[in-house]
């Protein structure tokens, strides 16, 4: 019997050796901001052959000029005409009805979202890493090697973190990881603050002795919700509060997503910084949305939301899908959408039938999806801040 176990606790340590020096190997190699110095000049660019780049395909202002993606509205064609409020709502239903059925099947994955539980069962494990993910982000698509983003301008984004009252031991860890990434950041700056809907009493002050301490939790003014105005007012608070001489761009995500600072910032270095929305585009018929997970908008877009009335019809519904609708109403933001469909995904320990999951994660990942616990954080903290243990 004492030998069985003598056996097992050896197993069980010689694991958590392994595991750590995998984690080691994976530091040394691609750790989070990893930078050649002898390759970095004066102005801090990264002087890399991957850096090279075609003058030919940037404009005076220093953008590049992929596919049809150019800025073809100005201020008068910001806000156009909006179609019948029935026609809204039929074009909702239609695009809910489409979410249920676009799942292609594969073999050993589940198709429907799995429960709060099976996602935790899954998260005992180390997330899959290898040095390259499967598919090809949006700027390799293009032509653009991902080391070439070091030479574009930096970028200031402001990132409202979606929580609830109770989830405060989750916002400590992330509060933790995020200050410590925008530490590390090279050249850009990221700013985030934790956005939360009206609670009860209780949980009312205990939001606001940890906002005495922190600083950092914005509560809207809205009863605590997902997908009955919660986004309306946020974004409304972004436009409100939030202007071009701090911010390039303002994001939304949620307190059981992995938002990785330095390549969120690296991807939107190229692009537009107005009339910008980017995310993982779900597409349907001429109707598209980013989802929930990182949504990207430019501060003027955000500014649409000072000037329109909340209306409850427009918002009740899942929140990702209802920006998009209500940007394609109220603003010409198709001409300008960029899909990350490769770097932003749920949690690969999980294995579920839909086209936002990756088989692994990678240096270069954007965001990693339904991170529930604290057990489910390690891998992050393993992968991608192994200097904070």
Known sequence: MHSSRSIIVFIGVFEIVFIILLALK????????????????????NKTDDNKIDDNKIDNNGINMIDDNDIRIDNTTLVKKPYSEKEY?????HLTSSIKKKQSLKKGLKSKKPSYEEISSYQNKPIPFKAKMECKSYHEKNGIHLGKLWSWPSVRIFIGIWSIA??????????????????????????FKFILGKSNDKDLSQLISENDTYG????????????????????????????TSE?????????????????????????????????????????????????VLSIN?????????????????????QLGLWLDKYTNSTLNQFNEDCLMFHDPRVPINRPIWRHWASPHTIVIHWLKDINAWKSIVDFYFLQLL
Request: glycine share 4%.
């Open 166 to 191: 109770k989830n405060n031991v989750i916002r400590n860890l992330i509060r933790t990881l995020y200050l410590k990434q925008k530490k590390d950041l090279i050249d850009d700056n990221v700013d």
């Open 89 to 93: 709502l039929k074009e909702l239903s």
């Open 247 to 295: 911010y390039d761009y303002a994001a939304k995500t949620d307190d059981d997503s992995f938002v990785h600072f330095q390549n969120m910032a690296l991807n939107l270095r190229p692009l537009p910084r107005d009339y910008l929305y980017y995310g993982h585009i779900f597409q349907y018929k001429n109707m598209s949305f980013a989802r929930g997970l990182l949504q």
């Open 26 to 45: 994976y530091y040394n190699d691609y750790g989070i901001n990893k930078v050649d110095i002898n390759k970095i000049d004066d102005n801090g660019i």
């Open 301 to 321: 877009y955000a500014h649409v939301f000072t000037s329109i009335q909340f209306n409850k019809k427009e918002w009740n519904g899942p929140e990702d899908m």
């Open 216 to 243: 950092d939790i914005i509560i809207l003014d809205i009863k605590e919700n997902m997908n009955n105005g919660k986004a309306y007012y946020y974004w409304q608070w972004v436009g409100l509060n939030i202007n």
